[in-house]
């Protein structure tokens, strides 16, 4: 009894290293992707400082950006930083380029105390269908320069390159939809087990993007249960195993894919999952809520996927909303934010995964433009021209609130007139000449905001998405266009 007494201590030890090293590995499993395609941002260092106060160990930013990079200096949050796909042609042609890109944006920024930049990513989704092959013959070759650029900037061990591929990049057949028949399209497999093989052979991981939520959005006949993570939807039976939602379906058959190619322990990163929460009548802060809380229950638990057991690598979809961000995939493209435009928090979610009624922090000393609002004038009776003003407004400025089964669908033709009129007079930065719609418009300081349906007051402070990003990127965008000028030539 005396000798079990004396290894107790011992033990407890023991369990609790195992504790900690489990909450260290699942807490490091999940990262967010910060977009900036808004007229009006919030001051970076602020947007920072928020990620360090909500536990955000990861980061993933779709480009470069001076002012961003800055702000996460000395912060220790790892980054992906990706080249955009504009730049792969001259990527994969020029590696003085590629070397070029390299030293600007990840040397000058990879040192002790910097920037935690662990992973390049080139470019995104390059195989998306709807790009009708336009970037992947670039890929590979961009791919290797980087590589070899990081290699002699002595950087290879620390960055490691990765591809963010979209899921339609892999399929099952008709004949069998099942995870396990999973495999690469015809038309690509080829050149996608190329840049899987260099990416394996250097210790880089495949990234893919997972969208349940377009699942249910492209086919009206899908379940929706099985598109969340407590669904008590029929399963997808696949010889033994079990598919109880869409987002373990998806990810095995990539599993499968990359086992028919010979990669069945390659490592996987989903570089985009999330849920929006307007634009559509199935975006909604309660289905964004389900499913952003599931998916992190079910990713940080250990238990994997029916086919690939373990903690899975997620990277949330997105950070902030981004109002000028391309409707054409459908008009709640503008709302995958986690964080309203002010960095208010949408709804409240556990980044631990553990479904506590815990909240997250807001963005915190935020400025706004003056209370006052552009709406329509109610002492207007000839409204001849409203439609035309109304679509004009719409039509440069963001009114994705309106459509069917949207947040302000319900109202009346004077206040869509008048969510128009704001709109348009916000991302305008109020200007007064801004308020007028041919004498249909008028300045109030009276929020119109009606139940559900929020008139929003815009940014002071943001930059704006066309504002100098700082002289490193502008010297580095002029060495893009000479490159170019030079290649012409």
Request: glycine share 6%; hydrophobic share 40%.
């Amino acid at each position: 009894m005396a000798e079990s007494r004396s290894h107790h201590p011992s033990l407890i030890l023991v369990l609790i290293l195992l504790y900690c090293m489990t909450m260290f590995s699942t807490g490091s499993s999940f990262g967010v992707n910060w977009g900036t395609m808004s007229t009006h941002q919030l001051p970076p260092e602020k947007v920072v400082k928020m990620l360090k106060d909500n536990g955000f160990k990861k980061l993933k930013l779709f480009e470069y950006d001076e002012n961003i990079l800055d702000a996460l200096i000395g912060s220790d949050i790892e980054v992906m930083l990706a080249i955009p796909n504009y730049m792969l042609q001259m990527m994969s042609v020029d590696p003085s380029f590629a070397a070029a890109w390299v030293d600007t944006n990840v040397t000058g920024y990879r040192y002790i105390g910097g920037v935690n930049i662990r992973y390049i990513a080139v470019g995104n989704e390059p195989f998306l269908q709807t790009y009708n092959h336009t970037y992947i013959r670039h890929v590979l070759p961009a791919l290797r320069n980087i590589h070899e650029a990081l290699h002699r900037a002595q950087l290879s061990s620390k960055v490691k390159v990765t591809v963010p591929f979209n899921a339609d990049v892999y399929y099952s057949p008709p004949s069998n939809p099942v995870p396990s028949s999973g495999d690469f399209r015809p038309e690509v497999r080829d050149t996608a087990i190329e840049i899987i093989h260099f990416l394996y052979i250097n210790d880089s991981p495949f990234t893919v993007n997972i969208y349940p939520f377009l699942s249910l959005y492209q086919n009206p006949d899908f379940p929706l249960d099985y598109a969340f993570f407590d669904g008590t939807n029929v399963p997808l039976i696949d010889g033994d195993l079990v598919y109880m939602n869409v987002f373990d379906a998806n990810f095995d058959t990539l599993v499968s894919a990359l086992s028919k190619a010979g990669y069945s322990d390659m490592e996987i990163l989903v570089g985009e999952v999330g849920w929006p929460t307007d634009g559509n009548k199935n975006a909604n802060v309660k289905n964004a809520q389900r499913f952003n809380q599931g998916l992190l229950k079910h990713a940080l638990s250990g238990d994997g996927t029916p086919a690939r057991k373990g903690v899975i690598n997620v990277y949330l979809f997105s950070l902030i909303d981004e109002n000028a961000k391309s409707i054409d995939p459908g008009k709640f493209e503008r709302h995958w934010g986690l964080f309203e435009y002010d960095g208010k928090p949408k709804y409240q979610l556990d980044l631990s995964g553990s479904e506590e009624d815990t909240g997250l922090v807001p963005v915190k000393g935020v400025s706004y433009m003056p209370r006052r609002w552009c709406i329509l004038n109610p002492e207007m009776h000839d409204l001849t021209d409203l439609g035309d003003n109304v679509d004009y407004a719409c039509s440069l400025s963001d009114c994705t609130a309106l459509g069917y089964g949207s947040s302000c669908n319900n109202l009346s033709l004077q206040g869509n007139a008048s969510y128009a009129f704001n709109m348009y007079y916000q991302m305008n930065n109020q200007h007064s000449w801004n308020c007028d719609f041919m004498g249909l418009a008028v300045v109030t300081e009276n929020d119109p905001s009606a139940e559900g349906c929020q008139f929003p007051v815009m940014l002071a402070s943001g930059d704006s998405i066309s504002r100098d990003r700082g002289l490193l990127d502008t010297l580095f965008r002029y060495y893009l266009w000479l490159v170019v000028f030079l290649v012409i030539l």
